[in-house]
């Protein structure tokens, strides 16, 4: 599939307010986000600006998603991945990742490490992660509102700059209890 990804410009507001307010998004806090919340994202900067990027998806002459990259003046930059419903499970969730990724890293040399979180029902997008060489790095509990009050587990994965140059993983050390003398529990 050939995809190019396409600056966001402060002028496609409206395309982006009918693009976010158009579909579902089940695995983001604001599932069914509203126009009036859409623009006041916008107004606040959130799609452009010093801190923040976003770019187009775009498959063949349509919009197949939407990238957002945030905190961009520091070192671990996150980001939001939005792939439009007719387009989930087609590779592009991975190809967007991977796009990103050499984004972030070529384009900004102070980056040492891209961090991303998703549901941690959101399988595809953590096969996605595996995939690109992001590793899991945390597991937060009930963590990520959900409809009707529900929570969800959120699992965070990040990559580092010297894992991305040289094609490697390095695994967090996981168990390393034994580097604490004291346990405290609450009464």
């Given at each position: 599939?050939?995809?190019?990804f396409?600056?966001?410009?402060?002028?496609e507001?409206?395309a982006?307010?009918?693009?976010l307010?158009?579909?579902?998004?089940?695995?983001h806090?604001?599932?069914?986000?509203?126009?009036?919340?859409?623009r006041?994202w916008?107004?606040e900067?959130?799609?452009?600006?010093e801190?923040n990027?976003?770019?187009?998806?775009?498959?063949?002459?349509g919009t197949a998603?939407l990238?957002?990259?945030?905190?961009?003046?520091?070192d671990?930059p996150?980001?939001?991945l939005?792939?439009?419903?007719?387009?989930?499970g087609?590779g592009?969730?991975?190809?967007?990742l991977?796009?990103?990724?050499?984004?972030?890293f070529?384009?900004?040399?102070?980056?040492?490490r891209?961090?991303?979180?998703?549901r941690q029902d959101?399988?595809?997008m953590?096969?996605?992660?595996?995939?690109?060489?992001?590793?899991?790095?945390?597991h937060y509990r009930?963590?990520?509102?959900g409809?009707?009050g529900?929570v969800?587990?959120?699992?965070?994965y990040?990559?580092?700059?010297?894992d991305?140059?040289?094609?490697g993983?390095t695994?967090?050390e996981?168990d390393?209890?034994?580097?604490?003398t004291?346990?405290?529990?609450p009464?």
């Amino acid at each position: 599939m050939d995809l190019t990804f396409r600056r966001f410009a402060p002028s496609e507001a409206d395309a982006l307010v009918d693009f976010l307010t158009g579909d579902t998004w089940p695995f983001h806090a604001s599932a069914a986000p509203e126009v009036d919340e859409v623009r006041r994202w916008i107004s606040e900067g959130r799609y452009d600006g010093e801190e923040n990027r976003a770019f187009w998806i775009v498959a063949g002459d349509g919009t197949a998603g939407l990238i957002r990259l945030m905190d961009l003046a520091d070192d671990t930059p996150l980001f939001d991945l939005r792939v439009r419903s007719r387009w989930r499970g087609t590779g592009i969730g991975g190809a967007a990742l991977t796009w990103l990724t050499r984004y972030l890293f070529e384009e900004f040399p102070r980056v040492r490490r891209i961090e991303g979180t998703t549901r941690q029902d959101n399988a595809a997008m953590r096969r996605a992660f595996r995939r690109c060489g992001y590793v899991k790095e945390a597991h937060y509990r009930d963590a990520w509102p959900g409809t009707g009050g529900s929570v969800h587990d959120a699992v965070g994965y990040a990559v580092l700059r010297r894992d991305w140059e040289s094609g490697g993983v390095t695994v967090p050390e996981w168990d390393d209890e034994h580097m604490i003398t004291e346990r405290v529990r609450p009464e």
